[in-house]
């Protein structure tokens, strides 16, 4: 007996609204809040203009290690005791990074958050950086660098990036670095990129219910002791497409599986293309209904599941298609991704498609932005790229507006199959001879 189910359409998209967003400039920082009235829980966020890409080519992964060594004690108090401190007000201190910024936030009660900014600010601005501590956090990061290099995909996702946007450049390089770079740090390295960047005001990046929260006094705590001016952004990378399609062989000898990783450049994230492009990326191959997971999973059982999409930063951005095949399929799987590429490419999408695809991103909005720390990462959202303050009010509308004609049209001129850098991380003797016979590209060995 067979099952056969329609599959179920998409529904209305759920309204929502996101707060207003007040800004102001304080104690020679800036200040960008949203007013959740009501809310008893708070976020202060500290956002500084400095991600991976002000690390030094040869230092990669130097921003990971200095955010790991902020939790090693200040100058104020040792590990033990600032560690009681935050646990004290209910929070912990989270940071994070990207190519472009640097995070500290904690989210406590609205009535502990000048409290919590306090030690926030004590941790980022005036952290103990005791050199054997700065050495232990930098083996212990190098050693899970190591075991997550030891699994497949961290080599291929190295060699898609080096080859579009040139290893000579930071953002050619992994973004948290390799167990190579990492290892190689030392503590001047760490205590001088922390005196180069992290004494600079940036922005706060506050969320809750501003009727309870006074706004000039946590910029106050946030900004104490930091000077100097903005660091300095830069402009959109144009990054060249290739001339022509690649195919990369990594080596895994005995890997039952291969590693697929396509890819090109794409433009940045302020492009005004971007929903559109978010769109057509959704149908391709960013949701589970996808055209790419449709063909490669359901229809000829080559993987549990493909993924493709945009990614973007402030300054560069990139197309990529991610999944793992049986080593016997790897060739096939390749041939029927770039071949469902270039067909997205060349005709665009279908209305049907596309509805389901608005549906589901304008309906995530609703669901996602509904808690103060999501409401403050939007905020950064805003910061980081020099989006307009009601971006995110518009977002929704600006979705389900797109037509099939503007999603069609962002898929043919962001769309490159004939650019594509293909990485196979697998058995290279198993697989060698059915890439050279597919005539894919040209084939090169990864060093």
Not at 126 to 148: G, I, N
Not at 356 to 365: D, E, F, I, P, T
């Amino acid at each position: 007996m067979t099952l056969i189910a329609d599959r179920p359409g998409p529904g209305a998209a759920r309204p929502y609204r996101f707060p207003p967003v007040v800004r102001r400039a304080v104690a020679g920082g800036q200040v960008v809040a949203a007013h959740l009235p009501g809310q008893n829980l708070a976020v202060g966020l500290l956002l500084l203009d400095v991600g991976a890409s002000q690390e030094p080519v040869g230092k990669e992964g130097l921003s990971g290690v200095l955010a790991k060594a902020l939790e090693e004690g200040t100058a104020q108090r040792d590990a033990a005791a600032y560690a009681l401190a935050v646990e004290g007000l209910g929070t912990a201190l989270t940071t994070g990074l990207d190519w472009d910024s640097f995070q500290a936030s904690v989210v406590v009660p609205v009535d502990r958050l000048s409290a919590a900014v306090e030690l926030l600010a004590e941790a980022v601005r005036t952290p103990r950086l005791d050199p054997a501590d700065v050495r232990r956090v930098r083996d212990d990061e190098a050693t899970a660098l190591r075991m997550d290099w030891a699994n497949p995909g961290p080599r291929a996702d190295a060699a898609l990036r080096a080859d579009l946007f040139g290893a000579q450049n930071r953002w050619g390089r992994p973004m948290y670095g390799d167990p190579e770079s990492v290892a190689g740090l030392d503590v001047e390295d760490v205590t001088v990129f922390h005196s180069e960047w992290f004494l600079r005001p940036g922005t706060l990046i506050v969320a809750g219910d501003l009727d309870r929260i006074d706004l000039d006094a946590l910029a106050a705590a946030a900004f104490a002791g930091t000077g100097g001016g903005p660091a300095g952004r830069g402009g959109p990378i144009e990054v060249p497409l290739q001339a022509g399609r690649r195919i990369i062989l990594v080596d895994r000898p005995g890997s039952v599986q291969s590693t697929l990783r396509l890819g090109h450049p794409s433009p940045h994230r302020a492009h005004p293309d971007h929903v559109a492009m978010t769109l057509a990326g959704t149908v391709l191959g960013g949701a589970f209904t996808s055209r790419l997971n449709h063909l490669l999973r359901e229809v000829h059982g080559y993987t549990y599941g493909v993924r493709g999409d945009f990614a973007s930063s402030r300054r560069f951005g990139r197309f990529g298609v991610s999944s793992g095949v049986q080593t016997a399929v790897t060739v096939p799987a390749l041939v029927e991704a770039v071949g469902e590429i270039s067909r997205t490419q060349a005709a665009g999408v279908t209305e049907d498609e596309l509805e389901v695809a608005r549906s589901w991103r304008a309906g995530q909005l609703s669901v996602e932005l509904q808690s103060p720390r999501a409401i403050a990462s939007a905020l950064t959202t805003l910061v980081v790229h020099d989006l307009p303050d009601d971006y995110h009010a518009r977002l929704r509308e600006s979705l389900l507006a797109a037509d099939v004609d503007q999603v069609s049209a962002a898929a043919a001129t962001h769309l490159h199959p004939d650019a594509l850098t293909l990485v196979i991380e697998g058995d290279a003797a198993l697989i060698r001879d059915d890439l050279e016979a597919a005539a894919l590209g040209n084939l090169l060995d990864h060093p």
